[in-house]
């Protein structure tokens, strides 16, 4: 069991990271967090907004790897734990442009590695994902020992991180644990990943863009059980071990798009199959029962809920979707506080 009180968060502006800070902030009332983040495009205050001011959370502005900043953060901070979300984390994007997916990805988490070594930070979680396994035919599910195969730029530079993580293990015997979570849903995801895509052109009545025929497989979970098996193997994870958690919500494509539609009221007609992904991998399904047996944890949100709640959410956040989606609070941020952020 890992005690670690003072952890940073990095990528803490993100999808998950937001919804990671703030279960953190209100179910593990001794624990403090230092949230670096570099806002990109995907990352923003406007998600953490009811958390700036929170007496256990400190914002700060800067790039996983600028390595006098990290090591200046973890030493200030007397961190004792570090969780690495940061990351560039959208396919399409690393096929148009995959060197920044190797810069922040394997660059800025090896700069991590190096300064937690450095600092003798008591533990590291990787946060990985399912897609550093490749692709599924229509049978089987990736397990921990699936071989790392993976496809897109984004997958590779997200396997040679954890390859780093796991040499940092074995070479210089650090205290790390990889999580690899399937396809994520739910509040302040950033409207390019199909879920809230999908909502917010559905909303505006405009086409939805199926790649292909719409029948590749994604396993999806909702953030907050991905959120509950980080925690759990942060506190409970063995030294370098890798741990498997997926939602057991196998879904194609199209058939999450068509609910989506339903549930939104809106015509199937809007649905329009568009030029395929190139490398689109066909299915990820996770075998989670690493999880279960030796952590206890279970997902808890069955998918039909899940995406009822979100989109309620994304319906009554509106603003925050325009926001986020127009790069305006990107603008106001900096004309706040400058480039160097609203902590530091
Ligand atoms: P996201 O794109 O929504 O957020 C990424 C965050 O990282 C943003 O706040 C961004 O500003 C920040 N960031 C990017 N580059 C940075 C840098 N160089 N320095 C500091 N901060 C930087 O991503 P997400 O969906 O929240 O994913 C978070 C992590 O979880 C990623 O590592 C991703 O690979 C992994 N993951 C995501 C999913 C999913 O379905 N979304 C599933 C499994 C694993
Ligand atoms: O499996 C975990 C991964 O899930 C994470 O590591 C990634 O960070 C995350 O982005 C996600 O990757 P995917 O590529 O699976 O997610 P995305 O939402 O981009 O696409 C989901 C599926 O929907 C995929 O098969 C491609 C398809 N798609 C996507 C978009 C954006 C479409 O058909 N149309 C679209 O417009």
Not at 3 to 21: E, H, M, S
Not at 111 to 132: C, I, K, M, P, Y
Not at 294 to 312: A, K, N
Request: proline fraction near 4%; charged fraction near 20%.
């Amino acid at each position: 069991m890992q005690d670690c009180r003072r952890i940073l968060i990095t990528g803490g502006a993100g999808f998950i990271g937001v919804n990671f800070v703030r279960q953190l902030l209100a179910d593990e009332p001794d624990v403090t967090v230092v949230n670096l983040d570099a806002l990109t495009y995907a990352g923003n205050l406007a998600s953490l907004a009811d958390c700036l001011q929170h007496p256990r959370h400190r914002f700060v502005r800067g790039n996983i790897g600028n390595s006098e900043l990290v090591r200046h953060v973890i030493r200030e901070h007397k961190i004792d734990g570090i969780i690495n979300f940061a990351a560039e984390s959208h396919v399409d994007r690393s096929i148009a442009a995959p060197g920044v997916f190797v810069d922040t990805n394997v660059g800025g988490t090896l700069n991590l590695l190096a300064a937690a070594r450095e600092a003798g930070v008591r533990r590291f979680l990787q946060v990985s994902t399912d897609e550093v396994y490749g692709s599924l035919g229509a049978e089987g599910f990736f397990t921990e020992t699936t071989p790392l195969s993976p496809n897109s730029p984004y997958s590779a530079s997200k396997a040679g991180a954890d390859h780093l993580v796991h040499a940092f293990h074995h070479t210089f015997g650090m205290d790390t644990v990889i999580t690899r979570c399937s396809n994520n849903y739910g509040a302040y995801q950033f409207p390019e990943k199909l879920i809230p895509l999908m909502i917010k052109r559905a909303l505006a009545d405009e086409p939805l863009p199926v790649y292909g025929d719409g029948s590749n497989v994604r396993d999806w979970i909702h953030v907050s059980d991905h959120c509950r098996a980080i925690w759990a193997v942060f506190a409970k994870g063995a030294p370098g071990e890798v741990y498997n958690v997926g939602g057991n919500s196998e879904r194609t494509n199209l058939q999450v798009v068509k609910t989506i539609l339903a549930l939104l009221d809106k015509p199937e007609s809007l649905i329009s199959f568009v030029k395929d992904r190139l490398g689109h991998d066909l299915r990820y399904a996770i075998d989670a029962s690493k999880m279960k047996e030796e952590l206890g944890w279970t997902p808890q949100v069955p998918f039909d809920e899940g995406i009822r709640r979100t989109i309620d959410w994304y319906l009554a956040n509106g603003d925050w979707v325009a926001q986020v989606a127009s790069g305006e609070y990107q603008k106001y941020f900096e004309e706040m506080y400058g480039t160097r952020g609203a902590a530091e």
